[in-house]
């Protein structure tokens, strides 16, 4: 749709000199050449300017998400490392501090990856903030998924907190028709973060997309990664000088790679929420079109249609071009497909903390005798005796699949994520498009894409256990991926008013919402989901 629309403007430029070309030959009408230079200088400075603006703006945002995931890592790494090489503490465990440290880096993990996660989420969460009033439904679809994944990660105490802090609201429509403009028909969505006001919610004419209204002081959403970061905080303060888990003093390593993440994050927030000034836009702007305009005027008209026509429709195009790359690059955690691929770099995540887990819990006694037998085949094996660690009991063998499901993504997402791939090449990206579309709620067309192309990103991470919260997280995820996309509203209505066959006698099976309560009505569909 955008090279369609460039394309038109193309046409019309050069239409529009055609007729310009047309009347200075009959009139003998050209503009001095002098001012016209001026105008060419400050419309180029401006344009390059912006164009290395914005891609500065594109470089801080990548050297900021590195740092708020490798500070991640480095959270994961160390939880995984300090409770497994425990030294001689580890000989007088038991199986209770030996489940206390696997359940210690199953927390870390899980909380890990939903801050990774919640850093897209708010990202779309801060541009629909910063953007126009009413939300497009394409994108709240999009922030419903991120929610979900979220949600998947977390506990039921955990998952009401986050519906708290999401910040999405709808509100009753108030504008009347107009022969201007549309009125939306229904509730319309509203994205409100970090706002206090004294009304309530109902006073104000809006209510909770999930959860109940607390009736009180309204305080808009909250930042999901700052909220998830405390949560994962809080929990590091357990295991401190515990038998099963670290000495204090490895707080201060945690606390930094912490603050290293907050920092990252409110970084990223700022570079959403403050865009470039929009005087500087509009005068880069109006220059352009003034520049585009008056330019073949001021051209000798012996040069022919070549210099009076095809040369200023050439610099128009590269002109134009300085000002699409810079909208493209403005937000770098947009969803165009020069912005930062987030989702792969969190895959990747992902299955790093699966190695790290496994070589942790499941591989680390064959390690340590690997260790132990280099010693005795290089003549140390006195020495490797004191390097190797006693067990007194016999360790329960654990792995990260007894914790941890890859669930698959829903088809919207899976588009997304390769339309963002710079490396797709047009032929695998149509197979994609069309593979994916032609599938009725089926896994096996995504499994054999997933042989064709190996880096494709089809797969997400979630806990796996039977309760209620991870039954509704998992329902609510087979929705969205059988609803196809963010414009199959009939179907998005239709799942959420039947959901899955297989509800819950708790009546979780159909709302988003982590809370027993009674669903209310919306006209809505992505509200009702």
Not at 35 to 64: E, M, P
Not at 115 to 121: G, I, R, Y
Not at 382 to 403: I, V
């Amino acid at each position: 749709r955008g090279a369609a629309q460039v394309g038109g403007a193309l046409l019309l430029v050069l239409h529009l000199l055609l007729q310009l070309y047309q009347v200075c030959a009959r009139t003998g009408f050209s503009l001095p050449a002098d001012g016209q230079k001026l105008i060419a200088g400050c419309t180029t400075f401006l344009l390059v300017f912006r164009v290395n603006q914005c891609y500065n703006r594109l470089i801080k945002a990548q050297d900021l998400v590195v740092n708020a995931l490798c500070s991640l890592r480095s959270v994961v790494f160390s939880a995984c490392a300090y409770t497994t090489h425990a030294g001689p503490k580890r000989a007088t465990w038991g199986e209770a501090e030996h489940e206390a440290s696997v359940l210690l880096k199953v927390h870390v993990v899980r909380l890990a990856v939903a801050v990774a996660v919640s850093l897209k989420f708010h990202s779309r969460m801060a541009e629909m903030f910063n953007g126009p009033s009413d939300v497009e439904k394409g994108k709240v679809w999009h922030a419903l998924a991120d929610l979900v994944r979220i949600k998947g990660l977390l506990t039921a105490g955990e998952a009401v907190l986050i519906e708290k802090a999401c910040g999405l609201y709808e509100e009753e429509a108030k504008l009347i028709a107009a022969c201007w403009s549309k009125v939306p028909s229904g509730p319309s969505l509203r994205v409100d973060l970090g706002r206090s006001r004294k009304c309530s919610q109902e006073a104000m004419g809006r209510r909770r997309l999930f959860g109940q209204d607390d009736g009180g002081e309204d305080h808009g959403g909250t930042p999901v990664p700052l909220v998830l970061l405390q949560v994962l905080r809080g929990f590091l303060m357990h295991p401190l000088d515990k038998p099963w888990g670290y000495p204090e003093r490895f707080l201060n390593s945690n606390e930094m790679h912490l603050a290293n993440a907050a920092r990252a994050f409110e970084g990223l927030s700022q570079l959403i929420l403050i865009p470039m000034p929009l005087p500087y836009l509009q005068l880069s702007k109006l220059l352009l079109c003034t520049f585009v305009l008056t330019y073949p005027l001021a051209v000798d008209m012996e040069h022919g249609i070549w210099g009076n026509v095809i040369e200023p429709v050439m610099l128009c195009m590269a002109l134009a071009g300085f000002e699409i790359v810079s909208d493209c690059m403005e937000n770098p955690l947009g969803d165009d497909p020069s912005d930062i691929s987030v989702y792969e770099m969190i895959h990747e995540f992902e299955v790093e903390c699966q190695a790290v887990f496994d070589l942790s819990v499941r591989d680390h006694r064959e390690v340590l005798a690997s260790q132990a037998s280099l010693g005795e085949h290089l003549g140390l094996g006195e020495g490797a005796r004191f390097l190797a660690q006693k067990h007194n009991h016999a360790e329960a063998r654990r792995c990260f699949a007894d914790f941890f499901e890859w669930s698959t993504l829903s088809r919207a997402t899976i588009l997304y994520i390769n339309q963002q791939s710079g490396e797709v090449r047009a032929v695998n990206r149509r197979l994609l498009k069309e593979t994916l579309q032609g599938a009725e709620g089926d896994d096996s067309d995504i499994e054999h894409f997933e042989r064709e192309d190996p880096f494709t990103t089809t797969r997400c991470l979630a806990l796996r256990g039977p309760d209620p919260h991870r039954g509704a997280c998992q329902r609510q995820m087979r929705m969205l991926r059988s609803c196809g996309g963010p414009d199959k509203r009939e179907e998005l209505l239709r799942a959420a008013a039947g959901g899955d066959s297989d509800t819950d006698d708790d009546g979780v099976g159909g709302r988003m919402s982590s809370r027993s309560s009674p669903p209310r009505e919306s006209k809505l569909s992505l509200a009702a989901v």
